[in-house]
């Protein structure tokens, strides 16, 4: 009897892209078009018909996709309800609060949850180096939570809404490239990397 458990199926390419920014886009034209309140009830929809179309793909939801799609829910409604974009415009302030303050708690914990979600991602990461990646993304999460408050109190939505679609995204992107020599110092396993260049246990030899 086969007890190997198959891990589910991940998007990837253009359809992983479409699921995570496909919902903020739709928000942004909605809210160029229209108002606040339309992009709002756009992005609500929308992040429904992304996750459909991860489950149509995958038979599998991931549980951030799960997360986001719950606090797009709560504050996309409150802020339809009361008629107030302040809720939707604190929405990623909370998001990233939350994000650090889950890898923080698993520090402490001594268990590290960004290895539990991405340890097939970073192959051959040794402890230190998944300890200053997490540290890192903390940190990382701290400061976007901060420039989220800072642009959506004192700007206009339309700047506040530019930098979430690709100030934020282009931050992200390369803060995520700046931890690879990192990684690599710290055994990451390249797709490209010949085994033979590896130790016993896995790790790229340091001197």
Known sequence: MNDTVTPPKELDGWKKLAV???PLVIFFAAYSRFDIFVGTAAFMVATAVAMAFAWALTRHIPAMTWFSAILVGVFGGLTLWLKDETFIKM??????LIFAGILAFGSLRKRNYLKSMLGSAFQGLDEAGWELLTRRWCWFFLVLAALNEIFWRFFSTDIWLHFK????TLLTFLFAMAQMPMLIRHGVILKDEPPADRNDDGNTPRP
């Open 20 to 22: 995570d920014l496909g």
């Open 91 to 96: 929405k990623p302030t909370i998001v990233y």
């Open 165 to 168: 679609i690709w100030g934020d």
